[in-house]
Nanobody, 119 residues
Framework: QVQLVDSGGGLVQPGGSLRLSCAASGIIFSGYGMGWYRQTSGKQRELVATISSGGSTNYVDSVKGRFTISRDNAKNTVYLEMNSLKPEDTAVYYC?????????????WGQGTQVTVSS
């Protein structure tokens, strides 16, 4: 049974920091690309950052220089370090695990963790 458990969200003031974690089980973690997405009410889920199985990273422009995605394959965990947080970063953040084969793609999602940036 595959599980992705997101944690680390909360309420933080503008300019503050949070660290999200996503612990995976039931998959060969090192073989999966991992990512963080976010969603606000009434909007589509938005890609925030990804890290490939080889460690290459990619970020949406709005978080470049402020957020850092990393992974620890020994702990089957992916992290999102968020600094200089802004009110517009407020959203539910979801962890994603993806595996791309020749004929299909597999996606798994965490349950989401709420991040609220407000004074």
């Amino acid at each position: 049974q595959v599980q992705l458990v997101d944690s680390g969200g909360g309420l933080v003031q503008p300019g503050g920091s949070l660290r999200l974690s996503c612990a995976a089980s039931g998959i060969i973690f090192s073989g999966y690309g991992m990512g963080w997405y976010r969603q606000t009410s009434g909007k589509q889920r938005e890609l925030v950052a990804t890290i490939s199985s080889g460690g290459s990273t990619n970020y949406v422009d709005s978080v470049k220089g402020r957020f850092t995605i990393s992974r620890d394959n020994a702990k089957n965990t992916v992290y999102l370090e968020m600094n200089s947080l802004k009110p517009e970063d407020t959203a539910v953040y979801y962890c994603n695990a993806n595996w791309k084969g020749l004929l299909n793609t597999i996606n798994y999602w965490g349950q989401g963790t709420q991040v609220t940036v407000s004074s």
